[in-house]
């Protein structure tokens, strides 16, 4: 179906749109700062670990080294050797040991250098973690989280550029959180830490550097983020864009190339997996009747899969105007070399071109 828009409405909307959008950056520059990913979940482990001193971390190079990312920098210096601990190279040991720790009374944060390696420590994280407090009949809570690194990053090749969210999300008892601003870092990973079952937190190693606006409530010791609440990153009215982790600033480029053409996309940060606020994504095409989802994981049984099944199983299957398009990463383990790298996950022009085709648009 053709998008049309009269020149004069579409006139209207544009300037009505850069007058909105300069009035928010007006006061955005006033009253944010600006924090990179790395410091706001630094910030969030520290506030944490002063506020309740059964939390504990652990993984590989976490005290002494400041972290493989310097997530937990200074930290060690801070709480000593009994908090944050370095561990030998064994996930499966490790992460066995956070599990045990939780079912006695602590509430370990246990880090994978990359959640690649979690792959090492599974049966950990499903078998122990996920599924005790059902098989103890409610009787033991296993308040952990398993945080690092999730998906691709930069010339590491095929074992260590992996998303694992649609892998965990699949398994009750886990809760799943894909993060994308340092914001969603700051209040996701404390309410990760609270959280009285586990909880898989999937960090970006690319965000990792990337600044973006803090308003003084996320600034604030108590600022926490609700598991399971998706956010409307931009509004917009002709197709609706659903997005995690780094996937949404993928969505936010190609939003923005499109509004040039006078197609105002909305694109949803999901924020978690599992639970899932599909509820947020019904609105949202009800209001749009196009959807679009984007991922860095691979096609088949990933997040987008699962958004397209619950549309089709609810009655905001009856708002589509077109069928769903998903923009995901290719269905081939991810090339070493940058060239290809590059072809292997989704760019902003490849959701233009998704868009367009949704909306019927050449």
């Given at each position: 179906m053709?998008?049309?828009?009269?020149?004069?409405?579409?006139?209207?909307?544009?300037?009505?749109?850069?007058?909105s959008?300069?009035?928010?950056?007006?006061?955005?520059?006033?009253?944010?700062?600006?924090?990179?990913?790395?410091?706001?979940?630094?910030?969030?482990?520290?506030?944490?670990m002063?506020?309740?001193?059964?939390?504990?971390?652990?993984?590989?190079?976490?005290?002494?080294?400041?972290?493989?990312?310097?997530?937990?920098?200074?930290l060690?210096?801070?709480?000593?050797?009994?908090?944050?601990?370095?561990?030998?190279?064994?996930?499966?040991?490790?992460?066995?040991?956070?599990?045990?720790?939780?079912m006695?009374?602590?509430?370990?944060?246990?880090?994978?250098?990359?959640?690649?390696?979690?792959?090492?420590?599974?049966?950990?994280?499903?078998?122990?973690?996920?599924?005790?407090?059902?098989?103890?009949?409610?009787?033991?809570?296993?308040?952990?989280?398993?945080?690092?690194?999730?998906?691709?990053?930069?010339?590491?090749?095929?074992?260590?550029?992996?998303?694992?969210?649609?892998?965990?999300?699949?398994?009750?008892?886990?809760?799943?959180?894909?993060?994308y601003?340092?914001?969603?870092?700051?209040?996701?990973?404390?309410?990760a830490?609270?959280d009285?079952?586990?909880?898989?937190?999937?960090?970006?190693?690319?965000?990792?550097?990337?600044?973006?606006?803090?308003?003084?409530?996320?600034?604030?010791?108590?600022f926490?983020?609700?598991?399971?609440?998706?956010?409307?990153?931009?509004?917009?009215?002709?197709?609706?864009?659903?997005?995690?982790?780094?996937?949404?600033?993928?969505?936010?480029?190609?939003?923005?190339?499109?509004?040039?053409?006078?197609?105002?996309?909305?694109?949803?940060?999901?924020?978690?997996?599992?639970?899932?606020?599909?509820?947020?994504?019904?609105?949202?095409?009800?209001?749009?009747?196009?959807?679009?989802?984007?991922?860095?994981?691979?096609?088949?049984?990933?997040?987008?899969?699962?958004?397209c099944?619950?549309?089709?199983?609810?009655?905001?299957?009856?708002?589509?105007d077109?069928?769903?398009?998903?923009?995901?990463?290719?269905?081939?383990?991810?090339?070493?070399?940058?060239?290809?790298?590059?072809?292997?996950?989704?760019?902003?022009?490849?959701?233009?071109?998704?868009?367009?085709?949704?909306?019927?648009?050449?």
């Amino acid at each position: 179906m053709m998008v049309v828009i009269s020149p004069s409405k579409m006139l209207l909307k544009k300037a009505a749109k850069l007058l909105s959008n300069r009035a928010f950056s007006s006061s955005q520059a006033l009253n944010a700062k600006q924090m990179t990913v790395r410091d706001a979940l630094n910030s969030a482990l520290d506030e944490e670990m002063a506020k309740d001193d059964r939390v504990v971390l652990l993984g590989e190079e976490v005290a002494l080294y400041d972290g493989a990312y310097k997530v937990s920098r200074g930290l060690w210096k801070k709480y000593g050797d009994k908090r944050v601990i370095d561990t030998p190279i064994t996930e499966m040991g490790f992460a066995g040991i956070a599990v045990g720790a939780a079912m006695a009374g602590l509430r370990p944060i246990c880090e994978f250098m990359t959640f690649n390696f979690s792959m090492q420590a599974i049966d950990q994280v499903i078998n122990s973690a996920a599924k005790t407090f059902y098989m103890s009949a409610g009787m033991i809570n296993v308040p952990i989280v398993f945080r690092g690194p999730n998906g691709a990053a930069a010339g590491v090749a095929a074992q260590h550029s992996q998303c694992f969210g649609a892998w965990y999300s699949h398994c009750p008892g886990l809760k799943v959180i894909s993060p994308y601003n340092s914001e969603d870092c700051k209040g996701l990973l404390k309410a990760a830490i609270r959280d009285p079952d586990p909880v898989v937190f999937l960090e970006n190693e690319l965000l990792y550097g990337s600044s973006y606006p803090m308003s003084d409530e996320a600034l604030s010791n108590e600022f926490v983020l609700e598991i399971g609440k998706a956010k409307v990153e931009r509004a917009g009215d002709h197709i609706t864009i659903v997005a995690h982790s780094k996937a949404v600033e993928t969505g936010l480029d190609a939003a923005k190339l499109l509004a040039g053409e006078g197609i105002e996309c909305e694109v949803i940060n999901l924020r978690s997996l599992r639970p899932l606020d599909v509820n947020s994504v019904c609105k949202s095409v009800a209001k749009t009747n196009h959807l679009v989802t984007i991922e860095g994981g691979w096609p088949q049984c990933g997040i987008g899969s699962e958004i397209c099944a619950r549309i089709m199983e609810s009655e905001t299957f009856y708002h589509l105007d077109s069928p769903v398009i998903r923009v995901t990463g290719a269905d081939v383990p991810t090339p070493y070399t940058k060239s290809l790298e590059g072809l292997a996950f989704p760019q902003p022009a490849d959701v233009v071109t998704a868009v367009k085709k949704v909306l019927g648009v050449k």
